[in-house]
Nanobody, 124 residues
Framework: QVELVESVGGLVQAGGSLRLSCVDS????????MGWFRQAPGKERLFVAA????????KYADSVKGRFTISRDNAKNTVYLQMNSLKPEDTAVYYC?????????????????WGQGTQVTVSS
C-alpha cells in the first residue's frame, strides 16, 4: 500500500513562487514514475508534470513549461513541484500521483495512487 502526503499549498500573489512536496510511504518509490495533476473549480483534473524513476525524464503540460519544475529525491521518497511566475489561472487543487511503473506518464488513468490534494491560490 502506498500513501502520498502532499505539503500544504497556500496563497501567493501573481508572479510569485511556491514549492510543493509529496512524500511517498511506499517501499518502491525509487522504482516508480511520479506525477502532478491539478483541478480547478468546475473543471476536470489535468496533467501538470511527470518524472520517471531516476529523474532522467521529465514531461510538462504546455501551460506550465518553463515555469514549473518537477524533481525527486529518492533517498527521501519525495517528489517536488517548484512553481515560479505563478498566474491566477494556476489556481487549483494540486494532486501528487504515483505510477507503479517506472515511466514519466502523462495519462492520469495509468497512475495507481493519489494524494489527498492541496490548494494553491494565486491572486492577481
Amino acid at each position: 500500500q502506498v500513501e502520498l502526503v502532499e505539503s500544504v499549498g497556500g496563497l501567493v500573489q501573481a508572479g510569485g513562487s511556491l514549492r510543493l512536496s509529496c512524500v511517498d510511504s511506499g517501499r518502491t518509490f525509487r522504482s516508480n514514475g511520479m506525477g502532478w495533476f491539478r483541478q480547478a473549480p468546475g473543471k476536470e483534473r489535468l496533467f501538470v508534470a511527470a518524472i520517471n524513476w531516476d529523474g532522467g525524464v521529465t514531461k510538462y503540460a504546455d501551460s506550465v513549461k518553463g515555469r514549473f519544475t518537477i524533481s525527486r529525491d529518492n533517498a527521501k521518497n519525495t517528489v517536488y513541484l517548484q512553481m515560479n511566475s505563478l498566474k491566477p489561472e494556476d489556481t487549483a487543487v494540486y494532486y501528487c500521483a504515483a505510477d507503479l511503473g517506472p515511466y514519466a506518464t502523462i495519462d492520469g488513468v495509468l497512475y495507481d495512487y493519489w494524494g489527498q490534494g492541496t490548494q494553491v491560490t494565486v491572486s492577481s
